[in-house]
Structure formats: structure tokens, C-alpha cells
């Protein structure tokens, strides 16, 4: 019994390791983006993203994971772009905003939250 016991508390100790070890989602990220083209980003506490683009009908999503709070990774898993991953510089200038900058062309992307 007492070994049994001590078992599941090993058992139980090793996962909340694991749980505390897995990465955290930034959370000033969370929530729905519109840009100043009309496009949106929904970005969720499960590690996935949707994104809208004004005038399409539909949308794409895929995983996202931010890197040391300074770098936005996009995994496209749609067919739309050619599903390349995708990495930004991330920034916030103030709580409602979301500056993004592309580490492959450089462009910038501004952000506004959306309030529900």
C-alpha cells in the first residue's frame, strides 16, 4: 500500500514537472488582431491561430509559438502561401497594440485589439 502510494505521487510530481515545463503562451498575444488592411489574427491559449483576410471568403489557421517573447512563428497548415513558416519580430508599443515585423522581407504590421 505504501508503495503504491508513493508511486502516484512520483507519477503525479513528474507531471506537474512536465506541465510547468511545457512552453507559455504569451499572454498580452491572446485575442483577436485587425490590422489597418482589414486582415485579422485570433490567436488562442492552445497554441493555434486563425487568420482572415479582408475580401476572402474563409480563413487559414495553424500553430503559432513565440520564442523568448521576442519572436511570433506562424505554421500555416492550410494550402494558402505555400503552408512556409513564417517568423516576426513581435512587439507591443502599448497594451492594445501589436507591431509585427517580418524577419524575411522586413515589412511592418500593425495591430489593433479587438474589444469584445
Not at 491559449?45 to 519572436?71: C, L, M, P, Q, S
Not at 506562424?74 to 497594451?95: C, I, N, Q
Not at 522586413?106 to 479587438?114: D, I, P, S, Y
Amino acid at each position: 500500500m505504501i508503495k503504491q502510494c508513493a508511486c502516484w505521487i512520483f507519477l503525479l510530481s513528474l507531471g506537474l514537472a512536465l506541465v510547468s515545463c511545457s512552453p507559455k503562451v504569451d499572454q498580452r498575444l491572446l485575442g483577436k488582431w485587425s490590422g489597418q488592411d482589414g486582415d485579422t489574427f485570433e490567436f488562442a491559449a492552445d497554441g493555434r491561430y486563425i487568420h482572415t483576410e479582408k475580401g476572402h471568403a474563409g480563413a487559414e489557421g495553424g500553430a503559432f509559438t513565440v520564442d523568448n517573447g521576442t519572436v511570433l512563428r506562424l505554421e500555416p497548415t492550410g494550402t494558402k502561401g505555400g503552408s512556409a513558416p513564417l517568423s516576426f519580430a513581435v512587439m507591443f508599443p502599448k497594451r492594445t497594440e501589436l507591431e509585427l515585423v517580418s524577419k524575411t522581407t522586413a515589412e511592418k504590421l500593425l495591430f489593433k485589439r479587438v474589444e469584445k
